[in-house]
């Protein structure tokens, strides 16, 4: 082989050696470039997982703080209330010896769940007979005062739609008891003198419902109530002739209260 034939072997070998390193280098940045997407799609996965596991938790949480909240403001086992505003309307009177007249309610009740649906009650309340025009034998009397009016009751309270878990619950009650009249000094024109008469009791029903509206977390144990009840006195053939003497009557009482439960 000639010295030129030598020189052009030698430039194409530096050639190739020169080459081939030019290869190398372009392959390896492919081989990292695959790695690197192979670790970003692990990430996303991991980031999927730890979203829905987050996601999971907070449900968790908020359906253990609504059962929570839901146990809290409801009822308990054993309740005490009382209502200092009411009042209590007489009717079924004749404007003469059989008078209609009203009184300012207010009384306390203790109440004892059997039941998430029914409870037994037994409650007490004293009306004021406050001055007021009333009609007696046929004509207006006014500015007079009236007897004061005490009750007694024990009842059964049903909730139709349950009482435990409701923060408002609604409910039907009816119950018997006694209504008493006690004389006063200004109701002597009436029949009611103290010194003759005292109380006069009559046997009595009532029925009625309302609802109850307990707080929330802040005083769980704490409420408010409304009631409304009719009530029906029966007769008593030996009281004054002001008040159901010859006849049954009627009463609407409405009242206001707050109420202090004791849990389950």
Not at 28 to 40: E, I, L, T
């Amino acid at each position: 082989m000639s010295a030129k034939g030598v020189r052009g072997a030698s430039a194409c070998e530096e050639i190739t050696s020169t080459a081939e390193p030019a290869e190398t280098a372009e392959k390896k940045p492919q081989k990292f470039s695959a790695n690197s997407a192979c670790s970003a799609v692990n990430c996303g996965f991991v980031h999927t997982l730890s979203s829905r596991a987050t996601t999971l938790v907070v449900l968790i949480l908020l359906a253990t703080t609504s059962a929570a909240s839901a146990q809290d403001t409801s009822a308990g086992r054993v309740e005490i209330g009382g209502f200092p505003i009411g009042g209590t309307f007489f009717v079924g009177g004749d404007d003469d010896r059989e008078v209609d007249f009203n009184v300012y309610t207010a009384g306390a009740n203790l109440t004892y769940y059997l039941t998430r649906r029914a409870a037994i009650e037994g409650e007490f309340s004293l009306s004021f007979g406050l001055a007021q025009d009333v009609f007696f034998r046929r004509a207006e009397v006014l500015h007079v005062q009236v007897p004061n009016v005490w009750t007694y009751f024990g009842n059964i309270v049903f909730f139709p739609g349950g009482a435990a878990g409701r923060r408002m619950p609604s409910y039907v009650t009816a119950g018997i008891g006694a209504v008493s009249l006690q004389s006063r000094q200004p109701t002597r024109q009436f029949g009611y003198d103290v010194g003759t008469v005292g109380f006069e009791t009559f046997i009595a029903e009532n029925v009625g419902g309302g609802v109850k509206i307990f707080r929330g977390r802040d005083a769980p144990d704490w409420g408010f109530r409304a009631d409304y009840r009719y009530l029906i006195v029966n007769a008593n053939s030996d009281a004054p002739a002001f008040f159901a003497k010859s006849k049954r009557r009627g009463g609407h009482r409405v009242y206001f209260g707050v109420l202090f439960t004791w849990k389950r």
